[in-house]
């Protein structure tokens, strides 16, 4: 006889019930206009669908200032935002911001235009993840006047010179603006900083870029004699300016224009250093504060990852005048397929973005008047130069005395 066995039969293991996923809290702050508020709450509702744990509070601030004065005052949470520089440089300068190389995988911000990483880069560290990017300018020409947009500065004043004739203009820009002056800088060799996020305007590369602007008006005398941003715009409008310096934000405005027949070009190659002139770009970006961890921590590197994704920034160029940063949003061939975005794509990536802490607002505005100076005839190149060096330097230390945070 078959002998029993004295074993226990095996009993089945028991089920483990998968434990809920810790709930995720976030609050995003945002200073969108409405219709673009209401787009990213669309957005924020296709991210959390597929987790209900997880829930992103979009608040809305109209200030850098006020929002840090709230999350000083204990008034906010806070948790992630999206904004300028300028803000990200006073939440970083708070502390209330963390590296964002500390949070995702490295070599996640190679997939982003390095003009738009650079404007809040700080040495080695990057404090905020680029959403879109926008402000430079870009060389319009009348198709009806110009056959060909200058590749150079030399043809450039040439064609400028032939075009010029009783009440039309050759070139027209917002010459009193430095913003307008930046690209010629960097095309004569220069830029507004050095590594350490100094002024850099008392150059030889400075006297040469204003010495540029000056002769456009007064030698070749190609430029309209008086010209802020409204003028300029309206002689290239009425076809009394064969070509004209505007803005990226310019393009949807003369789509519209039925009888205006246009096209866009590169900044021209500047003859005398062959070199290509780099505009400043600026742009938005998301932060993460430095007090989140944990699960919330995940939840925002994967919502962060989610808005800069190509579909979404390609999306957001048609609530926006801004390109995307995302390297694969702007070789999409949605992009690829407008000639006007192809171009000013390719700007973009020829600019260069100011880094964080060097505050291209202060620095532009010491460079108005003595720029306007020299545009009004009334001073030299050399001390235009050199008085923006100077009233950039007051500025930054005035800036540090008006600051009561440490200084790093």
Do not use: C
Request: proline content about 8%; hydrophobic content about 40%; glycine content about 8%.
């Amino acid at each position: 006889m078959p002998v029993p066995s004295v074993e226990p039969p095996l009993q089945p293991s028991p089920t483990v019930e998968p434990s809920a996923p810790e709930p995720s809290h976030l609050v995003l702050w945002e200073n969108f206009d409405p219709a673009q508020r209401e787009w990213l709450e669309g957005e924020m509702t296709a991210f959390q669908k597929p987790d209900l744990s997880i829930t992103v509070e979009i608040l809305h601030y109209a200030s850098g200032d006020e929002l840090i004065e709230r999350i000083r005052g204990g008034e906010a949470e806070f948790d992630l935002a999206i904004g300028h520089a300028a803000l990200v440089e006073s939440l970083r300068a708070e502390g209330l911001i963390r590296p964002v190389g500390d949070v995702f995988e490295g070599g996640f911000l190679d997939g982003f235009a390095q003009p738009s990483v650079e404007g809040v880069s700080r040495g080695d560290a990057v404090w905020g993840v680029p959403f879109s990017a926008g402000l430079h300018l870009l060389l319009y020409y009348n198709e009806k006047l110009v056959e060909e947009p200058p590749q150079d500065t030399a043809t450039m004043i040439i064609a400028a010179q032939e075009l010029t004739s009783g009440e039309r203009y050759g070139l027209a820009m917002n010459y009193r603006d430095p913003l307008w002056l930046v690209p010629w800088l960097s095309g004569f060799g220069g830029w507004l900083v050095d590594e350490e996020g100094q002024p850099t305007l008392d150059t030889a590369a400075m006297v040469e870029a204003l010495r540029f602007l000056h002769e456009l008006k007064f030698e070749y005398e190609v430029l309209p004699p008086e010209a802020d941003y409204d003028l300029a715009d309206k002689l290239f409008r009425e076809g009394k300016a064969a070509m004209l310096v505007n803005g990226h934000w310019a393009l949807a405005g003369y789509q519209e224009i039925e009888d205006l027949e246009w096209g866009v070009a590169l900044l021209p190659t500047v003859t005398e250093t062959g070199l290509a002139p780099s505009p400043l770009v600026a742009g938005q970006y998301f932060v993460i504060g430095s007090g989140v961890s944990g699960q919330e921590l995940e939840t925002a590197r994967a919502l962060v990852e989610y808005m800069t994704a190509s579909q979404r920034q390609l999306e957001w160029i048609r609530q926006s005048d801004t390109l995307p940063t995302n390297k694969q949003a702007l070789d999409d061939e949605s992009v690829h397929s407008d000639p006007l975005w192809q171009v000013s794509v390719a700007q973009m990536l020829a600019g260069r973005g100011a880094s964080l802490g060097s505050n291209p607002t202060m620095l532009l505005e010491a460079m108005r008047e003595p720029l306007e100076a020299v545009m009004a005839d009334l001073m030299a190149p050399t001390e235009a130069a050199r008085q923006m060096q100077e009233r950039a330097e007051e500025m930054l230390e005035f800036q540090k005395l008006d600051d009561p945070r440490p200084q790093d």
